[in-house]
């Protein structure tokens, strides 16, 4: 093992007969079609298209998407490269030869692409939630991983494609976004490793940050403060550790012509509340279907929690997909949340 690869295993742990199989899989596939979970988020989105680019590198036919009804790359992800790569659902193979996915924890996280998922020959999975069910013909899977992105980096690496600047953005928007800026627990000395060899091909952390953090439409503040204003706190709830919660209704968007992406966010200054252990923003879709977001400070395992509302995700970040009412989302969400002994790892 060269100086090289023992920097990169340190931060995947992965099986080598795994990495083995992926690479000639891949290596010996004239055509790979990718695809990451539906309402992409930078992990997903920018785990996929680095990898794309770098098997465009290698010559290969790559298309990418992602399965939601209404195709869009979210307004804060457009300054990610490779995008050129993107295709809609409609276009997407019904059975390919080669299918990889990102950042997927179940074949319904597809979304549309599902269907390709279950036909597609073969079906490699890149992936670090630890809920991951263990879908398609092999998985690289490391639940220790900071981000998808830390699987991505490796596999472009055994490829022996070298990360340009470009792949390096998209790696990066990957690991920023999943370490919370490297706040959460899940920022090893790989990770902080990592994000050095992607700043080292140039990339502009300032730009980055100021795209995914610092930036809004008027609108957001607007409805950020419909959401502060009916924002409630529960101190018995969650077992008596505390739970705050609002609500974020279609119509408010409506009224400032915010998409729905633009809200993603707001469970960020919600969780902030220290009398509750459990945050959670409750968003209505354009659909109308209600997209629960959940967080928890360690003692409280929401992913359990959500993924007994039929979603999933991470001990400390976690959400579910609801066609309840608010309250009745809310009151079945409440019974299932209470405090855990075992300390869990964060995204
Ligand atoms: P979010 O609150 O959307 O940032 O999501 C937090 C975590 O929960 C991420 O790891 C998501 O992959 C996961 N997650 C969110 N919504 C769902 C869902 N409907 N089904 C499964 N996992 C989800
Ligand atoms: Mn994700
Ligand atoms: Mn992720």
Redesign the pocket.
């Known amino acids: 093992m060269t100086g090289d690869d023992r920097l990169h295993g340190a931060g995947c742990r992965v099986p080598e007969q795994d990495w083995a199989r992926a690479i000639e899989l891949i290596s010996s596939a004239p055509e790979v079609a990718l695809a990451c979970?539906v309402s992409p988020?930078g992990d997903a989105l920018g785990s996929m298209l680095a990898t794309g680019m770098a098997l465009r590198v290698l010559g290969k036919n790559v298309v990418a998407s992602f399965g939601d009804q209404r195709f869009a790359v979210p307004r804060l992800l457009r300054f990610m490269p490779g995008q050129e790569l993107l295709v809609e659902p409609a276009a997407y193979p019904e059975s390919p030869a080669l299918m990889v996915t990102f950042d997927a924890?179940t074949v319904d996280?597809l979304g549309l692409l599902g269907d390709s998922a279950v036909k597609a020959r073969e079906l490699v999975v890149l992936d670090h939630?630890p809920s991951n069910t263990g879908f398609g013909t092999m998985g690289l899977i490391d639940p220790a991983a900071a981000a998808t992105a830390v699987v991505a980096e490796e596999l472009i690496h055994r490829l022996g494609v070298a990360v340009d600047r470009d792949m390096a953005v998209c790696l990066y928007t990957g690991l920023v976004t999943d370490t919370g800026s490297f706040r959460h627990a899940s920022t090893t000395p790989a990770a902080h490793a990592m994000a050095g060899r992607l700043i080292a091909t140039g990339l502009r952390t300032d730009e980055i940050a100021r795209e995914l953090w610092d930036r809004s439409p008027f609108g957001y503040l607007k409805v950020l403060g419909a959401a502060l204003d009916r924002v409630v706190l529960e101190r018995e709830s969650a077992g008596g550790l505390g739970l705050v919660w609002t609500y974020v209704p279609r119509l408010d968007r409506a009224s400032y012509g915010l998409p729905y992406d633009e809200v993603?966010g707001m469970?960020d200054v919600i969780r902030r509340t220290d009398e509750a252990e459990v945050a959670v923003v409750v968003k209505e879709d354009d659909e109308g279907a209600l997209q629960v977001?959940t967080r928890s400070k360690g003692a409280v395992d929401v992913a359990r929690a959500c993924s007994a509302l039929g979603?999933?995700?991470?001990s400390r970040?976690?959400?579910?997909?609801s066609h309840l009412p608010v309250e009745e989302t809310m009151a079945a969400l409440r019974g299932l949340l209470s405090a855990t002994p075992e300390d869990v790892r964060d995204?």
């Open positions: 979970h988020d924890s996280r939630h993603e469970i977001s979603g999933g995700g991470h970040a976690a959400g579910f997909t995204e």
